[in-house]
């Protein structure tokens, strides 16, 4: 297949070009900063149609993913950055679609399981979920990542695209074992005896192992049938304190300082980032993956947890 990944350049569409390439896809992968690699890399700005907008003409699948990354303090310069860099993004690839003679016949768009509301309550699917926002006491950065959920989903929606078929990926946290990754830095947190629960420790994480996440991405790609929101997340996410625990058990660490939410408000200033990555419960359930009969290979965090442990220890 020819496959165009926008804003690919990340750890997350580094991960998915390898996939694919391995797979013997044709891979083209838009970046504002690009480097040598072993597929195809072409640049793009993310507003404008100059120079790359003949990649999307005739391929099958476009993959967005373009978007400033949320690790960062919610000053307003960033805000900005973060909102304009997905909705303008989003833009582009309308305009691309629209304006080729031979459109892809799939469009995964990137989102985040972070649209749903902070809850312990219920799990969030796609049918039943309740969007956050309007939760009392959220903290201003909470709605403001909901709006740009929103934002984003909104472009991609409202779009019309009908030989394309539009695919919302609304996916957890994804762990792998890549160096600098999420795994790796809790991972770190873990072994310098900082892994204990953050808060209270009842906050769900959602997550989903690297293989399920590409294997799902395959699967949306096959099945034309699906369109809309779709969690690409495990099936049984879990309380901080237990994920945090399996992550202590897989490494062999037997005990680690809990951080409450002044020393986490504190560790986040300084690591220049938001403590909304940590505290909000983020339940989320797969309902549609599961209804259509998508099989997760890591469904359970702590075989899921005990895998990347092996696996980063061999990189």
Not at 74 to 100: C, D, L, N
Not at 245 to 260: E, K, Q, S, T, W
Not at 264 to 279: C, H, Q
Request: glycine content about 8%; overall charge positive; aromatic content about 8%.
């Amino acid at each position: 297949m020819r496959i165009v990944i926008a804003g690919g350049s990340g750890q997350i569409g580094t991960m998915l070009a390898r996939n694919f390439v391995a797979h013997g896809n044709d891979v083209t992968v838009l970046s504002r900063h690009p480097q040598p690699a072993s597929w195809k890399v072409v640049e793009w700005n993310g507003r404008d149609m100059a120079g790359w907008a003949e990649s999307i003409d005739g391929s099958e699948v476009v993959i967005n993913l373009a978007g400033r990354s949320v690790n960062c303090r919610y000053t307003p310069a960033h805000r900005r950055e973060i909102m304009e860099s997905r909705v303008f993004s989003t833009q582009a690839i309308v305009k691309a679609i629209a304006g080729a003679s031979r459109p892809p016949r799939v469009w995964l768009q990137a989102s985040t399981a972070t649209i749903y509301s902070h809850r312990y309550d219920a799990p969030n699917d796609e049918i039943t979920g309740i969007l956050g926002g309007k939760e009392p006491g959220a903290p201003d950065t909470w709605r403001f990542s909901i709006d740009v959920a929103n934002a984003w989903e909104k472009v991609c929606n409202e779009s019309i695209t009908p030989q394309t078929r539009k695919v919302l990926m609304r996916s957890a946290m994804v762990m792998s074992p890549a160096r600098c990754g999420i795994f790796d830095a809790l991972l770190g947190l873990v072994r310098s005896g900082l892994g204990g629960r953050a808060g209270d420790g009842r906050q769900y994480v959602s997550w989903v192992h690297e293989h399920d996440f590409f294997n799902a991405i395959g699967w949306l790609i096959a099945r034309d049938d699906i369109g809309g929101a779709v969690n690409i997340a495990s099936p049984n996410p879990l309380p901080n304190a237990e994920f945090m625990a399996d992550i202590r058990h897989a490494a062999g660490v037997r005990a680690g300082l809990p951080m409450n939410r002044t020393m986490l408000e504190v560790g986040a200033f300084f690591m220049r980032t938001e403590t909304e990555l940590i505290l909000k419960s983020r339940r989320v359930a797969p309902r549609r993956l599961l209804d259509a009969g998508f099989n997760f290979a890591f469904p359970f965090w702590p075989q899921a947890a005990d895998d990347l442990c092996k696996r980063l220890a061999l990189h």
